[in-house]
C-alpha cells in the first residue's frame, strides 16, 4: 500500500510560482514511477508531468513545458512540482499518483492518489 500526501498549493498572482510537494510512504519508493495530474472544475483530470523512478526521464504536457519542472528526491521519498509563470488557466487542484511501476499520462492507470491541494492563480 502506498500513500500520497501533497502540500504546498495555494493563491498567487499571475506570473508568479509555487513549488508543490507529494510526501510518499514505503520503502519502495525509489522504484515508483511518479505523475503530477491536476483538475479544474467541470473538467477530466488531466496529465501534468511524470517522472521515472530514477528521475533521469522526465514529460511534461504540452501547456506547461518551460514553465513547470517535475524533480524527486528518492531519499525523502518525496516528489516535487516547481510552477513558474503561473496563468490562471494553472487553476486546478493537483494531485501526485503512482501506479508502483512504470508512468503513463493515462490518469485512469494509476492506483494510488493523493488528496490533491488547490492552486489558484489570479489574474
Known amino acids: 500500500q502506498v500513500q500520497l500526501v501533497e502540500s504546498g498549493g495555494g493563491l498567487v498572482q499571475a506570473g508568479g510560482s509555487l513549488r508543490l510537494s507529494c510526501a510518499a510512504s514505503?520503502?519502495?519508493?525509489?522504484?515508483?514511477?511518479m505523475g503530477w495530474f491536476r483538475q479544474a472544475p467541470g473538467k477530466e483530470r488531466e496529465f501534468v508531468a511524470l517522472?521515472?523512478?530514477?528521475?533521469?526521464?522526465?514529460y511534461y504536457t504540452d501547456s506547461v513545458k518551460g514553465r513547470f519542472t517535475i524533480s524527486r528526491d528518492n531519499a525523502k521519498n518525496t516528489v516535487y512540482l516547481q510552477m513558474n509563470s503561473l496563468k490562471p488557466e494553472d487553476t486546478a487542484v493537483y494531485y501526485c499518483?503512482?501506479?508502483?511501476?512504470?508512468?503513463?499520462?493515462?490518469?485512469?492507470?494509476?492506483?494510488?492518489w493523493g488528496q490533491g491541494t488547490q492552486v489558484t492563480v489570479s489574474s
Open positions: 499518483a503512482t501506479r508502483g511501476w512504470g508512468i503513463s499520462a493515462n490518469p485512469r492507470s494509476y492506483d494510488y
Open positions: 514505503g520503502r519502495t519508493f525509489s522504484s515508483y514511477g
Open positions: 517522472i521515472s523512478s530514477s528521475g533521469g526521464s522526465t
